[in-house]
């Protein structure tokens, strides 16, 4: 799966009801290793920003393991899950309960643990088909391994950034790659991928193929002058081959009788003599 990450600056209002996010950066692909990723977003944020003298930086996502990542790679980052993925699981977890919903809620937004583990045994307790009882503890455990996402709206509260990532992922990815029944194939997915982050960053199409052909019109170029030289390489060489004497007879030949080839003929003679 191709994967997309974005970096930004924050929030501004640009009408009523519209939000814009500042200064957006788009990274995407298909990646051997999830570090090759990481490695370009490090780059960028250590090119563009003074590292030292940004105050917070929030890594927000769903709790992929190769989101996580990023923690190691971008410094005094603090992970941030989701809303749209939280509640989610939050739907998942008490959709035949609805009853204890909000207790689930209240728990989470007061980051309280031990109540979210308290919530989670009540609605455990009134669920009694196996597949229901299987989706309450993937839920209860989805959200106890990304804890530390949940906790950071309670002590950051509002300056925690909103993350918008499933309507980009659905604006740049799936609008092109999966809106529709497609088949891809991996070298082709991560090329359109890439194609879509680079028109999001500012990129004019035109312009990428026009330099391509440049590219491709000089390597051209290039080939055809190596087989030139090849050719005419070998037609002297050929020429050498048949004659081992043929610097000196080719003075000889020309009939002309001058000093380099009065030379030429006495060292040939002496050494057939």
């Not at 917070?56 to 971008?74: C, P, R, V």
């Not at 509002?158 to 309507?167: I, L, T, W």
């Not at 991560?190 to 330099?211: A, P």
């Not at 009788?257 to 003929?265: D, E, I, N, R, S």
Request: a positive charge.
């Amino acid at each position: 799966m191709p994967k997309l990450l974005y970096v930004h600056e924050g929030i501004e209002k640009v009408g009523k009801t519209r939000n814009k996010l500042k200064n957006t950066r788009y990274f995407g692909g298909i990646y051997q290793e999830t570090e090759e990723l990481w490695l370009e977003v490090a780059q960028y944020i250590d090119d563009t920003y003074d590292i030292e003298n940004v105050e917070k930086i929030y890594l927000a996502g769903d709790g992929a393991s190769w989101i996580k990542q990023g923690l190691g790679w971008i410094v005094n980052s603090k992970f941030v899950l989701d809303k749209y993925h939280l509640k989610k699981y939050i739907l998942k977890a008490t959709g035949h309960v609805p009853e204890l919903r909000q207790e689930l809620k209240d728990a989470i937004d007061e980051a309280d643990k031990t109540m979210l583990k308290e919530v989670f045994k009540k609605i455990l307790s009134v669920t009694n088909e196996e597949t229901k009882k299987e989706s309450v503890e993937d839920a209860k455990r989805y959200m106890l391994n990304n804890w530390s996402g949940i906790e950071i709206y309670e002590t950051d509260g509002y300056d925690v950034v909103r993350c918008s990532a499933e309507g980009h992922v659905s604006h740049i990815l799936s609008d092109r790659l999966s809106s529709r029944p497609m088949g891809w194939s991996k070298v082709c997915a991560d090329r359109m991928t890439r194609l879509r982050v680079y028109r999001e960053n500012g990129g004019k199409i035109i312009d990428l193929v026009l330099e391509k052909n440049k590219r491709k019109e000089k390597e051209n170029a290039e080939i055809l002058t190596r087989e030139i030289k090849e050719k005419v390489k070998k037609r002297t060489d050929k020429r050498y081959s048949n004659n081992e004497y043929y610097n000196c007879s080719s003075l000889l030949d020309t009939g002309k009788t001058t000093a380099l080839y009065k030379g030429f003929k006495g060292i040939i003679y002496n050494e057939m003599a």
